[in-house]
Each structure stands twice: as C-alpha cells, then as structure tokens.
C-alpha cells in the first residue's frame, strides 16, 4: 500500500469541518445542561417545592432524574446509532433534547422541572454516541483523540457562555425585575439546538459520499489497516458486554463521568454557599465560572494532542493514551483544598482539575475506537456512558443528602470536602481498574 502524505494542505482538511460542527453540538449540550444549576437560587424562589426545607435533596432528585433518563437512553441511542447512522441518530437526539429544554419553561414546580429534566437526559444521551462514531468515520486512529479533545472542549465552552447569557437573559427580558424571566433561560438553549439541527441535516454526509472530501483525505481517513479488513455488520450489545475492553470502558466512565456532573450541577451552588455570590453579580457569579471553564478548554485539547504527539513519536496507543490519563489523575487531587481557600485561589485551583478533567476525559472517550472496530464504537462508547451516568445518578443524590444534612448543622462546608474528596480519588482508581482488565489495549476480534 503506498505511503499517505499526512501534509493537511495536501490531503485536504475537510474533515476539521465536521469536527467543528460535532464541537458546535457539544457547546450547546452543556449550556443545556448547565442552566439548571445556574437557575437554582431564582427557581428556589418561584417555584412550588414539595418540601421547601429539603431543597438540596429534591434539587438531588431532579439532578438524578436526568442522569438515570441519560443512563437509559445511551443505551437506546448507541444501538439506534450503529442502526441507523450518525446522521438519522444525531438528527433524532438533538430534536428531542431541544424541545425537552423548550419544555423546562412549562415547569412550575420541582415535579415538573424533573418531567422536562427526563426528556433532556433522554436527548442528550444521544450527543456523545453520535459524536464518537462520526469521529470514528472521519478520522484516522493518531487523531481521534485531538478530534475528540476538540469536539468535547464545547463542554467547556458550553458552560462559559451560560454563566453570562442565562443571567442576562432572564433579567434583561423581565417586566419585572424582581420576578426574572426564568423561562426565556430555556427557551434560548432549545432553540440553538434547533438550529444546529438544520445545519445538521443541510451539511453532513460520509466521508465517501462527500463531494467536499478528495480522494487524498478519504485514503487518509481510511487508513488504518487493521480496520478495514473488519465487516461492518451489526454487533449485538450483549455480546459486547462478553469482551474486557467494554468493562475497561465502562468502568472509566463510571468513576470518571461522577465528578464531572458533579461540579457541572453543584458548582454554583458551592460558590453561593461558600462565597455567598449572587446570580446577579457577574464579577463574582458568573466569571468565576467563565474562568473555571475557558481553563478547561486548554485540558480538553491538550489531552488529546499529547497523546496524538505520543503516538506519532512512536509510542504505542496503549502507553501513550494511559501515561497522559495517568499525569492528569494526579493533577485534579488538589481539589480537596478548595473548601479552606479564598473565591479566585479556589477558581484557579477549580479550573486546572476541570481542565485535567477534560485532557483526561479526552483520551478515555477514545479508547473504544482504539480498541473496537467501527461498527461497535457507537454501542461500546453507550455502554460505557451508561455505567458513567448510572454512578452518578447515584452520587448526585448522594450529594443532596450530604449537603443538606451539613447545611442543616450549620457547617455545610465540610459536606462539599468529603464530596470533593471522593471526587479527587476516583481518577486514579479508574485508570488502576482500566489497565487491569485492558492491560495492552488490543483490539477486540469483534
């Protein structure tokens, strides 16, 4: 087979143009999925609560209720996506999390924002299958994890912008300042997602169906060897469930996922609790979080280069991908320190283990394509996810009972340190379990 120039402006780059619109997708999931964090201070005050002396375990609740609706629909989405394709399957998930975000804005009370909080996590379940497996059909193995560092750094962005345009919005558009527009939050995330989704449907095709991609990049695109000599027939899941290299995922995911969503819905809060900030001051509310999360787009894309330099240094997949997880598992154990530190010491220390977080996360979204052939990545990749937000469905509630048991003896500090000591431990026992059951990372005889 004759050697493939990887020069971009040879080969062409239209394949960074898909990335982008997988990148665009992820910014908006998180700007979802992070307004209801933002908005609890002001739902706290206009909304019925079942049991207004228990706010944290119902805010638990309805925290809990979108990840175990995302354990459940990754499992759908990831076999419907190997079905179906990435186009139909992305088209499908992005419809139902845009209009389940547009729905938030019937809520009225905690039960309601729990319904709405279902459709969401149904929805969105879909984002990451959808994601990995186009990254798998455009890109070759040495840059899947830049692709994937790229694509998943819209989770950061996502979460930059919402500080800012939720506050402003809700207030800006009130008739009434005391009573913000809470709804029009909601209203604008959903209908960027809709948006996304004609540009979606109008843009995408596969790399051999594409007029837009040169017979140079789709050579490129298609070069890995081993891949090509596999078929593309269907893999039933719970055959997948029989193979090392799923558990491997499945149990990253689930330590790794845990504290992620962790400080996606309870950051906020902590800030307001622990530094009494107000949604209102931008200063002290929204540009921590602003800063927090543009730190995290750094780890995001640099995991994913590191490990993409390592591999063309000639290092294995196997050692490239768990010597950079392993750098950036003990980069987020200074968390502990942040409940004894001031406001901006602690949005520093807050934003390089979000960033080690990404660079970490980065690698370990790429290791099914490593290890599986494409026509399984889309159902490994949805098992894994489900395990991640099944552990955090229970930690959230965890969370919630923790907090509001704290809180209640007057030193709700010390409920966030033994919840963010747990967070900074389960790094490196993810990655000790990953090596255990897929010690040479081998692709599976699938």
Not at 13 to 39: E, H, K, P, S
Not at 242 to 265: C, E, H, I, M, N
Not at 295 to 322: D, E, F, P, Q, Y
Not at 419 to 431: K, N
């Amino acid at each position: 087979m004759p050697e493939i120039n990887t020069h971009s402006s040879t080969i062409g780059r239209y394949r960074w143009v898909i990335c982008a619109l997988l990148f665009f997708a992820t910014t908006i999931n998180y700007m979802d999925r992070q307004v209801l964090g933002i908005l609890r201070p002001v739902l706290q005050q206009e909304l019925r609560w079942a049991n207004p002396q228990n706010i944290d375990i119902e805010y638990g609740y309805i925290t809990t209720a979108f990840t175990i609706a995302y354990a459940l629909g990754v499992l759908f989405f990831g076999r419907f996506v190997d079905r179906v394709g990435t186009k139909i399957g992305y088209s499908v998930s992005v419809a139902i999390w845009g209009l389940s975000s547009m729905a938030h804005a019937l809520a009225g009370s905690s039960l309601g924002l729990g319904a709405a909080r279902v459709g969401l996590g149904i929805g969105e379940s879909g984002n990451f299958p959808s994601a990995l497996k186009t990254v798998a059909e455009w890109f070759p193995k040495k840059e899947r994890a830049l692709a994937a560092g790229i694509f998943n750094s819209g989770a950061n962005v996502g979460a930059v912008l919402a500080p800012f345009l939720i506050p402003w919005a809700i207030y800006y558009f009130a008739a009434n300042p005391v009573h913000p527009f809470w709804q029009i939050g909601f209203i604008f995330t959903g209908a960027c997602d809709l948006i996304w989704l004609g540009v979606w449907l109008l843009v995408y095709k596969k790399p051999s169906e594409s007029k837009k991609v040169s017979k140079e990049e789709l050579a490129y695109i298609n070069s890995d060897v081993d891949e090509q000599a596999l078929t593309e027939e269907s893999v039933p899941m719970i055959k997948l469930l029989g193979y090392r290299q799923t558990w491997a995922f499945f149990v990253g995911k689930a330590l790794s996922d845990t504290p992620w969503l962790f400080y996606l819905f309870w950051l906020p809060i902590f800030l307001k609790d622990k530094y009494h900030v107000d949604i209102k001051d931008a200063v002290h509310f929204a540009l921590p979080l602003i800063v927090i999360y543009s730190m995290t787009t750094v780890g995001s894309v640099g995991g994913g280069w590191l490990s993409s330099k390592l591999i063309k240094k000639g290092w294995t997949v196997n050692k490239a991908r768990k010597t950079t997880m392993l750098c950036f598992a003990i980069a987020v154990l200074p968390v502990v320190l942040v409940t004894s530190i001031d406001l901006w010491p602690a949005v520093i220390l807050f934003g390089i283990v979000a960033a080690a977080h990404q660079a970490w996360s980065a690698n370990l979204l790429t290791t099914p394509s490593d290890m599986f052939p494409k026509k399984a990545v889309g159902s490994v990749s949805s098992i894994g996810t489900m395990g991640g937000f099944t552990a955090s469905a229970l930690f959230l509630s965890l969370a919630g009972y923790i907090i509001n048991t704290f809180r209640a003896n007057g030193n709700v500090e010390h409920g966030y340190f033994i919840l963010f000591a747990l967070c900074a431990s389960f790094y490196l026992i993810a990655l000790l379990l990953f090596h255990l059951l897929a010690p040479k990372m081998e692709v599976a005889k699938v």
